[in-house]
């Protein structure tokens, strides 16, 4: 999307922050470590941060021996990005020991503080490879990776090169991510088959699985227990390469055996044993730093500072990053004591533990706050009345984990009190055999809150005093009787509520007792409650409806003629979620298995619960919805928002994990509204277009290519792979193509207001009307990407079966094509396994239902 990052907007304007926070600060290479440093000092604060960096290129070992395939340079440029969007400034073609650069250059020029991050620059060599150079079919990993870098990576350098051009059999050395990038790499430059040596065994490969398994899916062939011993030369070539076994000893120690020998033929030998810091004028330009026996420098790996107090290391060259992520942490912890010790020296005393600001951009400035009956909510989300306010605790956590208000469980009075079954509380059925979190469904009958309402009023009382911005609404049942009602809601009302909620919906135990459900099916009991509540109530107050009724929408509007402020949409369907095989229910109460019906939630009753709030906001314009049933992410809000709702309510997806989804919600939400200022053309929300592919690669138009499409099995997949990495191949020709810039210009800022909350309420009911309203003329049918398509047969089978019979399946190349018959039901593109493989288009020639048999003329 191309967002800024932007400074902190509780930091100060930059020119009223204190002196230290325009400090110096230096930083060498721009690697991962680098890169992370400079970002969280920016984000403190500091605003005169440079890199140096010797290479033409940002980003160190990440652009330069990182294949493309595993970690493209855009994602290494987009950090950069967003680390210059805070001020930091990079200077390429400069470093230590270049044009006198010191760190004792670097602080006279008045630099406060230096980080180092400059990698370890050269490979371990081991003495049998002196001589040998690449002409001859040598390799150092640092020599082949960076070589594939520069031909694969577009926008790394202004230049264009080929990719070593491999063939026959490589030999690449080593057991680590890097020996594994270069097997990989080899295949990829042309390599007909690929050994891996490692000297240990497989338990003891310090590459990331994921690394190895790729490896071992492209078919490289793994060889452990080997250590290289004699190279062996044919013509002034690499020809092979002898190895001997290695063996561990009862110490713990590798040794070699002799006399155990494997000679291996070979055309190229990568040699990827690590690397190391060898440059004389790199390391005399690090002094007076310490060094290690190692040549690197000594650092506390507390706090990444070296013998130097203002001199800093992180990465590779700290000697305690193995992956680029740890380089990463290594940036990070060092930008916190790089803080304490600049502001130490100004006589300020900053706290030992890390407390790191986050990343900001103009997303978390969005306001998501929304008024609905003079009541300011901080944001639309809140916790229903559920289980997860069982308590007031769990509120006030919700409270803090940024929950904009909660209902309490719903109480009553003394008299009501209730005591639960177990169990009661069970997953649904609906998702099929899935375990654990992600649940589509839960079933419950549970009761009301078995607390008093003494204990609900003071825990109402204790949270408004506690948490006066967060919106704090009592739930409250009675039966049908006016002074129950009245009492209640007065209670309430005293306790300091914000608003009131009246369940008249719970599905199970309640209605049996003339409360709840069996109040909320009967407009007139409604209509009547709600006239006895709002001559008790100042406050707001929502009605709770049942989606379990013939039309909701009579039951809203009793409740609106009743004077109800608003209507919360809707609780739990009633239902039953299943039976053993037995023919016993879950949940079985009792040695008996006895159950009832009970509330369905969640994703299930998603469809339901909207199609309830948009009819209730379509009957009665401008009446708040409170809207409740399977909203689990900001992308469903911002639906139910669309179809009227107000204020959303959340149960099931807290069940489903905790309370922490809030901030998922909340950024999601912030970032929903802000793209709608972009103006991004073809985007579903979040969700750019996509692009054509083939199981999510992108692929070219093959028809384009060898003019016509190729089904992916058998002999076609192998002549389609031909004519693709012949396309590949010319791809990479500098000849035939030129240089391209990659780098997509940046979105500075929205093209339009962004719009509030209220202002996308109700957005979508302009296209909801009556059957009626669409337009038979307007058809549309189905249009399969071949290109995309991989030969399932899917669309087909389920147009045959539960369609209208209009794909045909070609026998030999399983394509399928869409005839004339299509009545654009879309019942292909449901079922498609690949998003956008199917795309319904306007129909071009007249829709001809077929009747069957001929209409009459008489």
Known sequence: MGIPQIRNPDLPPPDEMPESYHSPIALIGCGPASISCATFLARLGYDNITIFERQKYIGGLSTAEIPQFRLPYEVVQFEVDLMQDLGVKVVCEKGLGVNGM??????????????????????????????????????????????????SKKGMCHCRTSLPELRGIVIVLGAGDTAFDCATSALRCGAKRVYVCFRKGFTNIRAVPEEMELAKEEQCEFLPFLSPREVVMKNGRVAGLQLCRTEQNEEGDWLEDEDQVV??????IISAFGSMLNERQVTDAMAPVKMTRWGTPEVNTDTMQTSEPWVFAGGDIAGLANTSVESVNDGKQASWHIHRYIQSQHGQTVDPVPKLPLFYSGIDEVDISVEVCGIKFPNPFGLASAPPTTSTAMIRRAFEQGWGFALTKTFGLDKDLVTNVSPRIVRGTTSGHLYGPGQGSFLNIELISEKTAAYWCQSVAELKRDFPNNVVISSIMCSYNKEDWTEITKMAVDSGADALELNLSCPHGMGERGMGLACGQDPVLVRNICRWVREASPIPFFAKLTPNVTNIVDIAKAAHEGGADGVTATNTVSGMMGLKADGSPWPGVGVGKRTTYGGVSGNAIRPIALRAVSAIARAIPGFPVLATGGIDSAETGLQFLHAGASVLQVCSAVQNQDFTVIEDYCVGLKALLYLKSMELKDWDGQSPPTERHQKGKPVPRLEDLVGQSLPSFGPYLQQKNKALADYKKQLRDPVKTDVTETHVPRVDSPKRPIPAVKDVIARALRYIGAYQDLDNTEQVQALIDEEMCINCGKCYMTCNDSGYQAITFDPDTHLPFVNDSCTGCTLCLSVCPIIDCIKMVTRTTPYQPKRGVPISTI
């Open 102 to 151: 010191t760190l004792t250059s670097l602080k006279e020029e008045g630099y406060k503080a230096v980080f180092i991050g400059i990698g370890l620059p050269q490979a371990n060599r081991a003495a049998i490879f002196q001589d040998l150079t690449m002409d001859q079919g040598f390799f150092t990993s640092k020599d082949f990776l960076p070589m594939v870098a520069l031909a």
């Open 263 to 268: 000679r291996l033929k070979a055309d190229y």
